[in-house]
């Protein structure tokens, strides 16, 4: 069975930077592309960052776009979100999500790792 867990989320101050990681397993990683989701509480989940799995084709939002970088290691089948200036409205629970290639829907969800940035 498919697993996406994520860890590297905390409190960082304005401007900080944080790593966050997602360690799959159960699914042929060469077979899928990948995102990052955030929420905010009151907010719509939305899209963050996307990815093949070999480190192609990588999509960013427009709200992070040159502050975060979406990245993936094939040989431990892990994918990162680098976030640097962070800022308080990047403040979320972010989520790691994979879907097989070519299809439109995310299909495998991690838990969430929390985000908080303060001012």
């Known amino acids: 069975q498919a697993q996406l867990v994520e860890s590297g989320g905390g409190l960082v101050q304005t401007g900080g930077s944080l790593r966050l990681s997602c360690a799959t397993s159960?699914?042929?990683?060469?077979?899928?592309?990948f995102g990052w989701f955030r929420q905010a509480p009151g907010k719509e989940r939305q899209s963050v960052a996307a990815?093949?799995?070999?480190?192609?084709?990588?999509y960013y939002s427009d709200s992070v776009k040159g502050r975060f970088t979406i990245s993936t290691d094939k040989a431990k089948t892990t994918v990162y979100l680098q976030m640097n200036s962070l800022k308080p409205e990047d403040t979320a629970l972010y989520y790691c999500?994979?879907?097989?290639?070519?299809?439109?829907?995310?299909?495998?969800w991690g838990q969430g790792t929390q985000v908080t940035v303060s001012s």
């Open positions: 999500a994979a879907k097989f290639t070519g299809s439109s829907e995310y299909n495998y």
């Open positions: 159960g699914l042929p990683f060469s077979l899928y592309t």
């Open positions: 990815i093949y799995f070999d480190g192609r084709n990588a």
